[in-house]
């Protein structure tokens, strides 16, 4: 089972998508964190998710190589926290689109219940900057196609999930 949590950035999509995997589960899921720490405002953020999901996970840090991560987790339950992250992690690495594309495929055909939380960043203006431009173009790539391989996916605001598929 394959599930995405979209939502802009506070939206709520983060504990909803939580609450899910931990009733997905059918022991204790893993929660693959993908933050990198650029700034101590990113390291207040991940403290604060930490706290969030206290010990009800096995957390496993990983900004980069999710498919090479989660091929050891076969059969098992992740959280995916988050693609939008390790998109930009990916960026900052220099990787090709080309090789951010294919990791994704990638990690959409592993045998293992997935939920992925991913910002909803398309609705905004186009950005001056080309960086920006190729964030928002491949996060909304991204965004399809994990819906396409995912079972359920959720659009969530002011703490609501919706199910649009």
């Known amino acids: ?10 939206s709520g999509k983060s504990t ?9 589960a059918q022991k204790k899921p893993y929660y693959l964190a993908t933050t990198q720490f650029f700034d101590e405002e990113m390291k207040l953020k991940v403290e604060e998710h930490k ?4 010990d009800k996970f096995h957390t496993i840090e990983e900004p980069l ?4 991560t989660l091929t050891k987790l ?4 992740v959280l ?3 693609v939008s992250m390790w ?3 990916m960026l900052h690495h220099k990787h090709t689109h080309k090789q951010i594309l294919q990791e994704i495929d990638s990690l959409c055909a592993l045998d293992v219940d997935m939920v992925f939380v991913l910002n909803d960043v398309s609705c905004s203006v186009v950005s001056e900057y080309k ?11 991204i965004s399809q196609k994990l819906a396409k391989h995912c079972e359920e996916v959720y659009h969530v605001s002011a703490g609501i999930g919706v199910q649009i598929k």
């Open 51 to 54: 706290r969030q999901r206290s």
């Open 16 to 24: 909803l998508a939580e609450k899910y995997t931990l009733k997905l």
């Open 80 to 82: 995916v926290e988050c």
């Open 131 to 141: 960086l920006v431009r190729e964030f928002v173009n491949l996060s909304g790539i």
């Open 74 to 77: 076969q059969g098992e339950c």
């Open 87 to 89: 998109l930009n992690n």
């Open 65 to 68: 190589e999710l498919t090479k």
């Open 1 to 10: 089972m394959k599930t995405l949590f979209l939502g802009g950035i506070k």
